[in-house]
């Protein structure tokens, strides 16, 4: 019980110590018979928008007769910046004060800005057929909210108020920018991510080539220099770009102009970031890069083979791609899984949107056809399987793809697991393969023992699981002494009887 006595006290002291009186008279002071016997403003330390002032006064008629008031009564008047006055907190309106009769006035009010605020004591009271209000600035408080603050990575310090009641400031360039509160420079040297690093492909909407383009994005809580490092895998060279930031709130956001990658490929990434304080930098990412050049609108007959090719990701609207060079492969259906499958090859190329390829195909029998095609850019990719029966009238094959193992392309619905031809150990194919292959595995969220995240999860999980058994263990063993002690300490001693 003593203690929390002392817990309270302490707190009540605190919240004292954290307000402040702005202005205090006592009095007196009569105008138009009304004595102004106390008057108070108070508020926070270092008071800034957003947070309240009280306003007290009382007025006391010292008069024989009664005063009335009128609309606005009991008021206090308020000035902004050196602008036109505002009343506020308007009470005892048109009542009659009688005399020795006290008013009391009490009211608080949010600072909404920067700036002089100039707060007083005021009235409305009838004289005659006329009303009359009180003094303009009766024994006004002068309150003046400029709180220093941060932004930009630059510090204001208060240093007067102009004419206009306007804060005025001098500026410090943060060599750390700014702390949390945006109240001062920040003394944290640390550097670190606030935003870990994420990334997306996409077309690039402003080219005209298919390739996928690497988009990379991070936070830091310093100004930095950052760039972005890939490699192919199986490739040893690094190949750098460089990153720009912008400044939003707090945080140095990093980004970079679209970076176009080959298709269908494996890459390691990896963002970092220096400043004065060093460096820090991402885990490196194990990504398969995705082939957004696909075959659209693929229909057949036993004559034909049409299709469009587009370029289409699920962001960007698609887009016709030609000239195109492409390979046809075709067989029939029941021959397609012997050892050396007889497939027949037509190699063109078409200038046209739409593509269109002749052929002799027999009438209600099973073919199953792929394709292999480049654009001008050197971009190429390969269809689907696509197994059909030729009948004499046109048909859509866009809902007859299947993936195809073996093409040494990793499709939606094949993995590591599934099929290894196509799908290496590691790459992004919804499987965990949780093989030591120096890559990361993206679809792992733990076992993968390449990710050095994971594996300094598990390493602190055992830290700490060990320290809570050793404290345990300690706990126990320490108790267990006690325990002892105690017992001996209250053990009965057996005295000896004299005959």
């Not at 009542?95 to 800005?113: A, H, L, R």
């Not at 949780?434 to 830290?463: E, M, Q």
């Amino acid at each position: 019980m003593r203690y929390l006595i002392v817990l309270l006290a302490m707190i009540l002291v605190s919240a004292s110590a954290s307000a402040e009186t702005f202005c205090k008279y006592d009095g007196p002071d009569i105008s138009d018979g009304l004595n102004l016997t106390s008057f108070t403003v108070e508020g926070p330390d270092d008071i800034e928008p957003g947070q309240l002032i009280t306003i007290k006064f009382n007025l006391k008629n010292s008069l024989n007769t009664p005063i009335s008031t009128d609309d606005l009564g009991v008021f206090a008047g308020l000035r902004l910046k050196y602008s036109d006055n505002i009343t506020l907190g308007e009470s005892y309106r048109n009542k009659v004060i009688s005399p020795g009769q006290s008013v009391s006035f009490s009211e608080t009010y949010n600072v909404m800005d920067k700036g002089v605020i100039q707060i007083w004591p005021s009235y409305e009271i009838e004289v005659g057929y006329d009303s009359k209000i009180g003094p303009e600035l009766w024994h006004a408080c002068k309150i003046e909210v400029c709180p220093d603050y941060c932004a930009d990575g630059k510090a204001r310090h208060f240093l007067e108020t102009d004419e206009n009641g306007i804060c005025k400031y001098t500026k410090e360039t943060c060599e750390f920018g700014c702390n949390n509160d945006n109240t001062a420079c920040s003394t944290d040297v640390r550097l670190e991510f606030v935003e870990e690093a994420t990334y997306t492909f996409t077309r690039n909407a402003e080219a005209e080539d298919c390739f996928p383009y690497l988009t990379m994005s991070w936070s830091t809580n310093r100004e930095v220099d950052s760039t972005i490092s890939f490699r192919k895998f199986g490739e040893n060279s690094w190949k750098t770009v460089t990153a720009y930031q912008t400044l939003e709130g707090n945080e140095y956001v990093q980004k970079h102009n679209p970076i176009a990658f080959e298709a269908n490929a494996t890459y390691f990434i990896r963002a970092k970031s220096c400043s004065k304080l060093g460096c820090i930098e991402t885990q490196d990412f194990n990504v398969s890069t995705p082939n957004f050049m696909k075959l659209d609108k693929i229909r057949t007959s036993s004559g034909f083979i049409s299709w469009n090719t587009i370029c289409q990701d699920n962001v960007i609207p698609a887009i016709s791609l030609y000239p195109t060079n492409y390979t046809i492969h075709i067989i029939m259906s029941y021959q397609k899984e012997l050892p050396n499958a007889p497939w027949e090859t037509y190699t063109n190329s078409t200038f046209s949107e739409q593509h269109k390829e002749p052929f002799q195909l027999d009438d209600y029998k099973d073919y199953t056809f792929y394709m292999n095609y480049c654009d001008k850019f050197g971009m190429c990719a390969r269809s689907h399987k696509y197994s059909f029966k030729a009948v004499p009238e046109p048909q859509d094959l866009n809902a007859f793809a299947e993936p195809f193992c073996g093409d040494n392309l990793c499709d939606t619905g094949e993995s590591f697991n599934s099929c290894p031809k196509d799908c290496q150990s590691g790459s992004a194919d919804s499987y965990c393969d949780k093989i030591a292959d120096n890559k990361c595995d993206p679809d792992c969220k733990f076992g993968d023992p390449d990710c050095k995240s994971y594996l300094r999860t598990w390493i602190l999980g055992g830290v700490v699981l060990a320290a809570l058994v050793l404290g345990y263990l300690y706990y126990r063993k320490k108790n267990k002494i006690f325990i002892e002690i105690k017992h001996r300490h209250h053990d009965p001693i057996e005295h000896e009887q004299k005959p």
